[in-house]
C-alpha cells in the first residue's frame, strides 16, 4: 500500500461548486504539505502543517483552506473554484530529525479540472 | 520567487551521454533536495546534499554544492532512456521547515 495517498485522483467541477481534496499517510510524519503544479511554474506550496495545531500558508494560500483532522490526515478545500485553481494538486509528508531533515515523500496527485 | 531556480529548463541528450542540471537559491539553506518526477506523478527523493557537503554520490548520481555561490548541480553519467523526467530542486533554511521547489529541469533522453 502506497505511504501517501490522494482522493479523488481525478476531479471534474463547475465554477462556484465546493471542492474537498483529501491527503493520508501512514509514514507517521508530524509534517504535512499542499502543493499544486502548473506547467511551467514548478511547485508551489499552499498550505503546511508541522503539527495538528499548527497550519501555516504558503504562497499561494488565497481561494484555498486546509484542515489537519489528524497526524495522518491533512484535507484541502476549495470554497468555491474558479477555472484558474485547474490544475495538479500534490500532498506531501516529512519529518526533522534522525537525519531526515525534511525529505518529502509525495502522494499520487489530483488533477483538478474547473469548468 | 522561488527559493531554487533550474537551469537549463530542458535538456535533451542521446543514451549513454551525460545529463547535467544547475540549480541556484537565494538564502542560506541547511540542506538541498533533488527530486525527480515521472510526467503528472508524484515527487521522487533522489538525494539530499547538507550544507556542509560539498560532493556526494548515489549511482549514476553525483550532485555538487557551492555555498558561496549559492549553487547545486546533478550530474546523470550514462544516462537511459528510463531517466526522461523532471528533475527539480528544492531546499530549507537552517531551521527546516517548509521546502521550496524550483520550476524543475526537463530532461529528455531519447534512445
Not at chain 2, 5 to 14: C, F, H, N, T, W
Request: hydrophobic fraction near 30%.
Amino acid at each position: 500500500d502506497a505511504d501517501v495517498t490522494q482522493t479523488p485522483r481525478n476531479r471534474i467541477t463547475k465554477t462556484g461548486k465546493r471542492i474537498m481534496l483529501e491527503c493520508s499517510q501512514t509514514k507517521g510524519h508530524d509534517r504535512m504539505y499542499w502543493y499544486r503544479q502548473d506547467p511551467g511554474l514548478g511547485l508551489r506550496l499552499i498550505y503546511y502543517s508541522f503539527d495538528v495545531k499548527d497550519i501555516n500558508k504558503g504562497e499561494i494560500s488565497d481561494g484555498y483552506s486546509v484542515s489537519r483532522q489528524a497526524q495522518a490526515k491533512f484535507s484541502l478545500s476549495l470554497e468555491s473554484a474558479i477555472p484558474n485553481q485547474t490544475a495538479l494538486y500534490f500532498c506531501a509528508t516529512s519529518t526533522w530529525g534522525s537525519g531526515r531533515e525534511d525529505t518529502q515523500y509525495f502522494g499520487p496527485g489530483t488533477r483538478l479540472t474547473v469548468l | 520567487s522561488q527559493q531554487g531556480e533550474e537551469d537549463p529548463q530542458a535538456l535533451s541528450i542521446q543514451e549513454g551521454e551525460n545529463a547535467t542540471m544547475n540549480c541556484s537559491y537565494k538564502t542560506s539553506i541547511n540542506n538541498l533536495q533533488w527530486y525527480r518526477q515521472n510526467s503528472g506523478r508524484g515527487l521522487v527523493h533522489l538525494i539530499l546534499i547538507r550544507s556542509n557537503e560539498r560532493e556526494k554520490h548515489s549511482g549514476r548520481l553525483r550532485v555538487t554544492l557551492d555555498t558561496s555561490k549559492k549553487s547545486s548541480s546533478l550530474l546523470i553519467t550514462a544516462s537511459r532512456a528510463a531517466d526522461t523526467a523532471s528533475y527539480f530542486c528544492s531546499s530549507n533554511g537552517n531551521q527546516g521547515g517548509k521546502l521550496i521547489f524550483g520550476q524543475g529541469t526537463e530532461l529528455s533522453v531519447k534512445p
